[in-house]
């Protein structure tokens, strides 16, 4: 799962590849029983690991694409990189 800003999509097969900015990682989250949910209503940031931001990334394979509400990229961008 990331959290960045869509900057191309492309056909590469049976699935799309993405080429995303200013991207974070999320390692594993709490407070969300799924990623609809997570994109939505965000995480627990206490219990939760989102690795640092990446200026670039791109991405194979990718399933689905979820708008994030404000309230949820507020609560990833809190999220820090440390180990719990």
């Known amino acids: 799962m990331h959290l960045g800003?869509?900057?191309e999509v492309g056909n590469g097969g049976m699935f799309s590849r993405a080429m995303?900015?200013?991207?974070?990682r999320i390692r594993y989250w709490y407070g969300a029983r799924s990623l609809?949910?997570?994109a939505i209503n965000g995480l627990y940031i206490e219990q939760?690991?989102?690795?640092i931001n990446v200026p670039?990334?791109?991405i194979e394979d990718c399933?689905?694409?979820?708008p994030a509400t404000e309230i949820a990229?507020?609560?990833i961008e809190a999220t820090t990189n440390e180990s719990k």
């Open 56 to 58: 670039e990334m791109y």
């Open 63 to 66: 399933i689905e694409f979820i």
């Open 20 to 24: 995303l900015k200013d991207v974070r």
């Open 73 to 75: 990229i507020a609560s």
């Open 48 to 51: 939760s690991q989102v690795h």
């Open 5 to 7: 800003t869509v900057v």
């Open 36 to 38: 609809s949910e997570l």
